[in-house]
């Protein structure tokens, strides 16, 4: 079974796709992680973020690895564990040219269809997985919520973490980050094509992850007694 969840950043998409993938004892795929690891990537070898070519190369060569688990997912590069490195104000600032990179998307497209095939089942999230990477999932989500409700959502997450930034300048990222993802022409954001839209800005987060099981319920794909069906 494939769920994709899609949605901007801080509409609550990760926390739901890790707590509804251990709910159903299956794997999440956290995809944002796999364009922070090219960020990291390319950031430590001070090469040109607008190169096509260098970004390519790198999201085909570096040596990085997802350990994922229906609990948690760990990233490394090379022998190193990254999984707070990747999280740093400095790499959310730079992800976007990633993230616009063709050929960085073609290599990451790939490699979660891989993780599909090999895993079986997947709760995957990001932008495009319901409408590029899994255009066929067995249902897909789109979450939602207003831009300062996000914006207050990871100013929580980068304070707990030990990052010293204002909820101005948490806004003013969300909100570039916002319009490149929505504009860039290769995999943007967007509600893919038969995916239930969610608003969460006024739901806790068991609230989602209740609504969420309610639709899979619904499709036949869940039963409140057992595991997933599928
Ligand atoms: O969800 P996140 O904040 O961890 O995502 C990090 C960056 O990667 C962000 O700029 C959006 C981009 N991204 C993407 O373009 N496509 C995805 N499937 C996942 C993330």
């Given at each position: 079974?494939?769920?994709?969840?899609?949605?901007?950043?801080?509409?609550?998409?990760?926390?739901?796709?890790?707590?509804?993938?251990?709910?159903?004892?299956?794997?999440?795929?956290?995809?944002?992680?796999?364009?922070?690891?090219?960020?990291?990537?390319?950031?430590?070898?001070?090469?040109?973020?607008?190169?096509?070519?260098?970004?390519?190369?790198?999201?085909?060569?570096?040596?990085?690895?997802?350990?994922?688990?229906?609990?948690?997912?760990?990233?490394?590069?090379?022998a190193r564990d990254v999984t707070e490195a990747i999280r740093t104000m400095r790499?959310?600032?730079?992800?976007?040219?990633?993230?616009?990179?063709?050929?960085?998307?073609?290599?990451?497209?790939?490699?979660?269809?891989?993780?599909?095939?090999?895993?079986?089942?997947?709760?995957?999230?990001?932008?495009?997985?319901?409408?590029?990477?899994?255009?066929?999932?067995?249902?897909?989500?789109?979450?939602?919520?207003?831009?300062?409700?996000?914006?207050?959502?990871?100013?929580?997450?980068?304070?707990?973490?030990?990052?010293?930034?204002?909820?101005?300048?948490?806004?003013?990222?969300?909100?570039?980050?916002?319009?490149?993802?929505?504009?860039?022409?290769?995999?943007?954001?967007?509600?893919?094509?038969?995916?239930?839209?969610?608003?969460?800005?006024?739901?806790?987060?068991?609230?989602?992850?209740?609504?969420?099981?309610?639709?899979?319920?619904?499709?036949?794909?869940?039963?409140?007694?057992?595991?997933?069906?599928?």
């Amino acid at each position: 079974m494939i769920i994709t969840i899609d949605g901007p950043a801080g509409s609550g998409k990760s926390t739901a796709a890790r707590k509804l993938a251990a709910r159903l004892g299956i794997p999440y795929l956290d995809t944002g992680a796999m364009y922070r690891v090219i960020t990291l990537a390319a950031l430590e070898a001070g090469v040109d973020l607008e190169s096509e070519d260098m970004l390519t190369r790198i999201a085909n060569e570096a040596n990085y690895e997802l350990d994922l688990g229906p609990t948690h997912i760990r990233v490394s590069l090379g022998a190193r564990d990254v999984t707070e490195a990747i999280r740093t104000m400095r790499v959310n600032n730079h992800t976007r040219f990633i993230a616009a990179s063709p050929g960085v998307r073609r290599a990451l497209v790939e490699k979660q269809r891989q993780l599909g095939r090999q895993l079986g089942s997947l709760v995957t999230e990001g932008r495009d997985q319901g409408s590029v990477a899994f255009p066929n999932a067995d249902i897909k989500f789109y979450l939602d919520a207003t831009v300062e409700r996000r914006a207050e959502r990871r100013l929580h997450d980068f304070l707990a973490d030990g990052e010293e930034v204002t909820f101005e300048e948490v806004l003013a990222n969300v909100d570039v980050r916002d319009r490149t993802d929505s504009s860039r022409i290769v995999g943007p954001l967007t509600v893919p094509a038969g995916a239930v839209h969610i608003d969460t800005t006024p739901m806790t987060i068991a609230e989602v992850i209740e609504t969420l099981l309610a639709h899979l319920r619904q499709a036949g794909l869940w039963q409140p007694n057992g595991a997933a069906s599928k």
